[in-house]
């Protein structure tokens, strides 16, 4: 961490990079109103670092709790009729999508 | 979708002149399935475990696996032992404390939108691997990081041949696979092997599979998608210091395929670099049947995944007791474990290399441990069953399990079957007729044993050749060889020689 931290704008151009990679649709004016909203809560998130100093370890967790683990032990599962319940279609015991352009990552 | 059209058109340059003017830089992403009896962040049965046969489509999921709505992960703890065994066996530092990350993608194969995986805390890091060329040459393979991870669905597309809409493809997915443990080993860049790089591709992959299966943590069955390899290939011309631009050639699922995919990436960058065109950094699909990649997804050095810590997960904090313990029970290395059995099995330095370089060691190892002679094994496993293999182009070891090797050589052992019976035997184990008994009784193909009908085709030879027994008794033993040779016949080859050799002689002493 740097002790005066450069501050960060988020672009309309970042916004919809964003919403992209998101599959949320924006028209330009939301994406010009978030762009505003989020450079503000950057902002805002950035003055932990006035008070955090190095003897403050990085936290992604509100719960002081670590190495919570199941035993390998086989529990209950869905049948396939209760797996594919909810999909809008359905062939050969699966899932039936559309064509998906791209591949696995 | 990659398309056959384009695949054949690549440009190759003679293998020894892009070596001459080009160095070979590689990298591997390797994902191992572990064999834990659940999946990685549910209790679900886990399609990778030891003992799973094949499994009808999503019956092996819980919520969790499917991302559906207030399902929570929870780590399993086992997946945990085994992925800092794996990272102490690769020779890596185990971090104090790490953590799950959520990798964000659209894709149907995780119903989530995201992938749980590790990012900048993976659970292992800064190993090395020793790895030997088939040459006997060792090379020390650096490993960058080795992190947990979840694997994705399966997705099976299928052709718009239903004639609802033109060009109306679809994707079939299953989520069986969707959760189950994987931890992705990832080297740092891979210089100096010249023209041994796709060898030394094989032996990396090969060692890696010989790691994981004697730690026990992994089934390490490449052709069913238990160990899955991804190859980084560039090139750089000789004398260079910076990089050149690569690609990733990503499933490559054979050991045969490493080596094969590695050196024609080789031979295509070289080409392109030769002619003055540059080499774009994207995956490439590889094709076991033409040998060759094609084009897939332009990829970038920072592909936009957002990953940030995964809220529903706590960090892990491996104890040094534990990670004490997990070293302790560590089995010896590949390299220690060839040694041990060259000493033991009693084989030639040359003898050994066949073994090694067809692949077959823990294969041969494993029917010596299930009761054949080390000899016996090693004769079947570099005889019929890789002459089978080779034919097929298909590794030895996905033909035949150890098990029914040493039960078949057995059944030769005992005098049940001839060679030329254990053969046909062996071919109906390959066919999946079932074990050796199962194909022996099926197939009617036991030695004939009971000496009484063997007495009855002794006595026809006899009648045919009526002076043999007289020549046998003047001293011409040999003269027992075309009555052996006719009994063999009438039995059509279901007899054991040996015996009906000391039943014409006992006749010719009487």
């Known amino acids: 961490m ?43 998130v950035a003055r932990v670092r006035e008070v955090a100093t190095p003897d403050v370890p990085a936290t992604s967790h509100p719960v002081a709790l670590v190495n919570v683990l199941r035993p390998d032990v086989p529990g209950a599962v869905l049948t396939q009729e209760q797996v594919l319940s909810g999909a809008p279609d359905a062939s050969e015991g699966r899932f039936r999508v559309p064509a998906i352009l791209g591949e696995e990552q | 979708m990659a398309d056959g059209t384009a695949l054949s058109s690549d440009a190759l340059l003679d293998y020894d002149e892009a070596l001459a003017k080009y160095e070979p830089v590689l990298g591997f992403e390797v994902h191992v399935e572990l064999s834990t009896r659940t999946k990685m962040f549910s209790a679900a ?10 499994v009808e489509p999503n019956t092996m ?11 929570l992960p929870v780590v399993n703890a086992q997946a945990v032992r085994y992925s800092i065994s794996l990272g102490l066996a690769l020779g890596c530092s185990i971090a104090e404390t790490c953590r799950f ?13 995201y992938q749980i995986s590790q990012y900048d805390e ?14 006997g040459t060792t090379w020390t393979v650096p490993i960058e990081r080795a992190h947990m991870e979840e694997d994705a669905g399966k997705l099976t597309h299928v052709g718009g041949t239903t004639g609802r809409i033109q060009g109306a493809d679809s994707s079939l997915v299953d989520y069986n696979r969707a959760g189950v443990p994987l931890v992705e080993i990832v080297t740092k860049p891979i210089v100096g092997a010249g023209a041994a790089a796709p060898q030394l591709a094989k032996a990396y992959v090969a060692t890696i599979r010989d790691i994981v299966r004697s730690l026990g943590i992994s089934e390490a069955r490449m052709e069913r998608g238990n160990l899955r390899c991804d190859a980084n290939v560039s090139l750089r011309p000789r004398g260079q210091e910076r990089f050149g631009t690569r690609t990733e050639t990503k499933n490559v699922n054979s050991l045969r395929s490493v080596e094969r995919a590695v050196r024609y990436e080789i031979q295509r960058q070289a080409a392109i670099l030769d002619a003055g065109g540059t080499i774009i950094q994207e995956t490439r699909h590889w094709h076991e049947d033409t040998g060759t990649t094609s084009a897939g997804r332009p990829k970038s050095d920072a592909d936009d995944y ?41 084989f ?10 067809a692949n077959v060691l823990v294969e041969l190892e494993e029917t010596v441990a299930a009761g054949a002679a080390p000899a016996q094994a090693r004769k079947w496993w570099l005889g019929e069953i890789l002459r089978i293999a080779n034919a097929r182009g298909v590794e030895a070891g996905t033909l035949v399990s150890p098990l029914h090797v040493s039960e078949l050589i057995a059944l030769v052992e005992n005098g049940d079957l001839t060679d030329r019976l254990a053969r046909q035997v062996l071919e109906g184990v390959i066919a999946g007729e079932g074990s050796p008994e199962d194909v022996v009784r099926a197939r009617g193909l036991a030695v004939v044993s009971d000496d009484t009908a063997l007495t009855a085709a002794i006595d026809e030879a006899l009648a045919a050749q009526p002076d043999v027994l007289q020549r046998i008794r003047d001293g011409k033993v040999q003269a027992a060889g075309a009555v052996i040779g006719a009994v063999m016949k ?18 010719a002493a009487r």
């Open chain 2, 490 to 507: 009438a039995m059509r080859g279901q007899a054991d020689a040996a015996r009906v050799r000391e039943l014409v002689l006992e006749r």
């Open chain 2, 306 to 346: 957002r990953y940030f810590p995964e809220p529903d997960l706590l960090p892990i904090q491996p104890s040094a007791e534990l990670i004490a313990e997990l070293r302790a029970a560590l089995p010896e290395t590949p390299t220690q474990f060839r040694r041990r059995l060259q000493a033991d099995y009693g």
């Open chain 2, 61 to 71: 999921v819980a919520p969790v696996d499917m991302g559906l709505p207030g399902s």
């Open chain 1, 2 to 44: 740097t002790d005066a931290p450069e501050p960060v704008v988020i672009t309309a151009a970042d916004v919809q990079h964003l919403a992209g990679l998101a599959r949320i649709a924006l028209s330009p004016e939301e994406i010009d109103h978030l762009a505003g909203e989020l450079t503000s809560i950057v902002d805002s």
């Open chain 2, 348 to 357: 030639s330095e040359s003898e050994f290399r066949d073994i090694i370089n």
């Open chain 2, 122 to 135: 993976p659970i292992a890091f800064d190993g090395s691997v020793e790895v030997e060329l088939e040459d």
């Open chain 2, 45 to 54: 049965p886990n399609p990778a475990a030891a003992d799973s046969g094949t």
């Open chain 2, 101 to 113: 990350a959520r990798k964000n993608y659209f894709y149907p194969d995780l119903g989530k939108n």
